[in-house]
């Protein structure tokens, strides 16, 4: 795993010729290990991603006061028998905010939470508010004390069943939500849920365990409360957005991957549209697809909006694509309110980006050069080395811990097929002793 001060170098200008495997779907495992805190049996969970942000949801586990046992590097066997702490103190929190889906398992099993309020990102202010509603539903008591949310039960220690109308589609809200909702006295009914493939991962995963979630994948989910839940045994789905993302280099670089263990049918409206501007997109069978872009791009507008939407977390190579395409596109994005970060390392590289507010102007084709920039979130990162792929000359990118927050060996995979990309641990400067005169 990266530390810190990693970069990327890449050399561009080859295309990606090959067979690539996709990883399991980081922000499915995210959810999946907190589910874990459900119960005092052990939930085994396979194809789970070898990415930074599993590392810190580990060690939030094991801090928790589960064990944590990984047989083989991508399973997690999770026992929460014997916990000791409930609360997610904030030098996890603060990492990686997917801390707070701790919450929901804690309140409904224990009655009790701790959860340190995740600052914002590079992205957004992200706030929690649409949990923390919920969990008010539920009869919990939320308080703010000394920038941790406390959450209480009710006396008796148990949720109470509510109907739960999220006034913004929010995924981990869903998620954390629906988990509490597992243990509650009686049936709840979550409106306006969010309809991501991970809520279903999830939900299958919580049915394993004796749960009984009935609708997950539509807007209306429903939980009909149970008293306790058990162990169960479940494999992660393939990361849908790490596809995206390799779909975007094989068509950027006018090679053709073969990208195999992957859900195409999880990825429907990226693929929509990115066939719409000339990506040549071969479901070979359900799990592998052959993507070539034998004649060239063009522009095509895209508003990013929830699943099944085109997904805010594909904006980003989205946009890296449309600066190869021929014409103006326009990029809105909808879910946060500060996602373009990208955009400015681009114009670095020579892209012609225009931002104003939510909307995004690109107009292609544009020769990138390559230029020493600066990561700023996951899927930011991405982009630039989707655009270092392409650009003349030589791209350096740093803070490359960003990407290995979400991406499993990013540079060993493009590698494998063909990619001209190293990463340069940087010594980490420790002061010189100097020597008494
Ligand atoms: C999840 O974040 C993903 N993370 C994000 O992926 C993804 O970009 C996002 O969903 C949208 O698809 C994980 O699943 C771990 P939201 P989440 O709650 O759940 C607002 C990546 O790159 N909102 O759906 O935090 C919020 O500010 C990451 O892997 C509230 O106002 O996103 C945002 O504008 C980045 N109040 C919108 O809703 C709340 O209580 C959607 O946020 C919650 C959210």
Redesign the pocket.
């Known amino acids: 795993m990266s530390t810190i001060v990693d970069k990327f170098r890449i050399s561009g200008g080859r295309p990606l010729h090959g067979r690539v495997s996709i990883s399991g779907a ?2 499915s495992a ?1 959810p999946c290990m907190a589910a874990a805190l459900l119960t005092p049996e052990t939930v085994t969970l396979h194809n789970i991603p070898y990415v930074r942000d599993i590392i810190t949801q580990r060690r939030l586990l094991e801090d928790i006061g589960a064990t944590v046992l990984t047989p083989e590097l991508r399973t997690h066997k999770i026992t929460a028998a014997h916990v000791e702490l409930f609360e997610a103190p904030y030098e996890l929190v603060k990492t990686m ?2 801390s707070v889906l701790a919450l929901g398992p804690l309140l409904a099993r224990f009655g009790k939470a701790k959860v340190s309020l995740p600052g914002g990102c590079a ?9 923390l509603a919920g969990f008010e539903k539920f009869g919990a008591e939320v308080k703010l004390e000394s920038g941790n949310v406390v959450a209480r039960a009710p006396s008796d220690g148990r949720l109470r069943a509510a109907d739960i109308h999220f006034n ?6 869903t998620e954390n939500v629906m988990m509490a909702a597992t243990l509650a006295r009686g049936t709840t009914t979550l409106h306006n849920a ?1 309809r ?1 493939p ?1 809520i279903v991962d999830l939900a299958d995963l919580l049915n394993k365990m004796g749960a009984r979630v009935n609708g997950a994948g539509s807007e209306t989910i429903q939980i009909e409360g149970v008293e306790s839940l058990g162990g169960a045994e479940h494999t992660i789905i393939p990361d849908r ?1 790490e596809t995206g993302t390799f779909i975007v280099a094989a068509a950027l670089t006018q090679g053709r991957l073969e990208i195999k263990d992957c859900r195409p049918d999880h990825l429907e409206g990226v693929i929509e549209k990115l066939r719409s501007v000339g990506v040549m997109i071969k479901e070979v069978n359900p799990t592998t697809l052959e993507v070539t872009c034998p004649d060239g791009l063009k522009a095509g507008n895209v508003t990013t909006e ?1 699943y099944p939407g085109f ?3 594909m904006q980003a190579q989205y946009m890296v694509l449309m600066t190869q395409a021929q014409g103006r596109s326009e990029i809105i994005e909808t ?3 500060n996602r373009f970060m990208h955009a400015s390392e681009l114009q670095r590289m020579g892209a012609q980006i225009h931002i104003d507010g939510r909307s995004a102007i690109v107009d292609g084709p544009t020769m990138l050069t390559g230029a020493r920039v600066i990561a700023s979130d ?2 930011a990162s991405a982009s630039l080395v989707l655009a270092g792929l392409i650009a003349k000359d030589e791209t350096l990118i740093d803070r490359v811990y960003h990407i290995d927050r ?1 991406y499993e060996k990013i540079e060993a995979k493009l590698r494998a097929v063909g990619a001209d990309i190293e990463r340069i641990i940087a010594p980490v400067m420790t002061a010189p002793i100097l020597e008494p005169v």
């Open positions: 980081k922000n995210l905010r997917a992205i957004g202010t992200r706030p929690i508010d649409l949990h913004k589609v929010t995924v981990t809200g969010a991501e991970e957005i929830p997904a805010t977390d879910v946060f309110e996951l899927r979400g």
